[in-house]
């Protein structure tokens, strides 16, 4: 089948190499004539695992072009693909500006059936605005009878591990109307919807608030676990213990109650903002999701309170001033080099504001951080890991990137001059840090900076870790 997608971000660069490698005939446009033009070079934009050889294999036989003329695409394509951004407008609701556009471009050049399939993450009611600009720009050119239909087909798929998600999606969300749209689209979609089922039909505006419904339950779950981390911190109690007591429960599950540093990333906040605006526009308060957002807030400072305790208990008014911190870990979760609404850089942003400076590593996210907060004294990015600990003051560390996981404690504790690491992923076990000479600062591990406020309770054995200690 003949394809057009709209807009090489994330969403439609995947979505468009993917449809390729299953054999249709992509048509990839995008309003930026040097993404255009890397990506004809087989140059990605992002770092995401799998997808240059899926783009480039694909480009190489053809099936995969790229293009600046949205005339072009428009021509090429029996089904469209809208995958443009859908930034936070300036109200909190999300800016349609660009998925309009792209309805308006269809609607002044379409001279043939169209099939336009929504793929951005729209507000309910989107799938009807794109109509009425279809329809009115044919109005505009007395070509009403051209026939056309809108879809809302939601993607799901995760940054790190967007190719595998979206070749085997767990789910297919399409909101449709008419019956010979969703033959079309299970045409289309038929390579990806086997072994079972996969293809979930319904009516548009549920397809909509599907998608922000899912991120906003995940977000929920994560704000929940960091609510009860910043309890067990009070308490002396340990969330890791809490969270496998909890996870059992098949009701509950192990997935998304990693309590930590907060959720960043290009879709929970601007998707949790968005249906608290498309809420109170509907006349509803949604409490829950407020609450998601404030505790998210706390959970990207929490690591600072506490650095900010330790520091001050030790050197008093100065406290942060003048320290180096060894940061590990920029972007917002491993596995990209995605810096969007990334809790590091909150973190960052504070230690300058306190007059720390900070050496920083990260596999993937260097660039991404040069390119942000371009040259500064106070930040230094080091070429390894163990380079960022060089003569620091304290490590901390912000994402969970596997090379993290089991460093060379003895060698950390060298490099330092002081052993103080501070764990916003919940990545060690408090008492193996302690018996490498630590002092370890954990989200909800009960560990208590010596400022912070706690209530006295001793820890037991049976409140430090292992599932067979929580049984
Ligand atoms: C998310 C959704 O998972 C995906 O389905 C949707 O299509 C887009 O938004 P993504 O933004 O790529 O995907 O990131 P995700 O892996 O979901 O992680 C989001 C954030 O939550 C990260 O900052 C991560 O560190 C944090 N997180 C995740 C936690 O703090 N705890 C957890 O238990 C899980």
Known sequence: MKV???????????????????????????????????????????????????????????????????????????????????????????????????????????????????????????????????????????????????????????????????????????????????????????????????????????????????NCMLATKISFMNEIAAIADRLGCDIEAVRQGIGSDPRIGYHFIYAGAGYGGSCFPKDVKALIHTARAAGCEPHVLRAVEDRNADAKTAIFEKMQAHFGARFGERGLKGRTIALWGLAFKPNTDDMREASARVLMEALWQAGATVQAYDPQAMEETQRIYGSRDDLRLCGTKEAALSGADALVVMTEWRMFQSPDFEAVREALSEPVLFDGRNLYDPERMQGHGFTHYGIGRGARAPGEVKMDQPRTASATGTASAAE
């Open 4 to 214: 057009t997608v709209f807009g090489t971000g994330y969403v439609g660069l995947v979505q468009g190499a993917a449809l390729a490698e299953v054999g249709h005939e992509v048509c990839c446009i995008d309003v930026d004539p040097a993404k255009v033009a890397a990506l004809e070079e087989g140059v990605i934009p992002i770092y995401e695992p799998g997808l240059d050889r899926l783009v480039q294999e694909n480009a190489a036989a053809g099936r995969l072009t790229f293009s600046t003329d949205p005339a072009h695409g428009v021509a090429h394509g029996r089904v469209i693909f809208i995958a443009v951004g859908t930034p936070p407008g300036a109200d909190g609701g999300a800016d349609l500006s660009h998925v309009l556009a792209v309805a308006q471009t269809v609607g002044e050049r379409m001279e043939a059936p169209r099939l336009v399939i929504n793929k951005s993450t729209v507000p309910v009611g989107t799938e009807a605005a794109v109509r009425a600009r279809i329809a009115e720009a044919l109005a505009a050119r007395d070509r009403a009878e051209l026939d056309f239909d809108v879809v809302s087909n939601p993607e799901f798929l995760k940054e790190g591990s967007a190719v595998a998600d979206c070749m085997r999606p767990d789910r297919i969300v399409v909101g449709v109307t008419r019956d010979d749209s969703e033959a079309l689209l299970r045409e289309l979609f038929a390579p990806f919807n086997r072994n079972r089922e996969k293809m979930i039909v319904m009516d548009p505006r549920s397809a909509e608030l599907t998608k922000y419904a899912a």
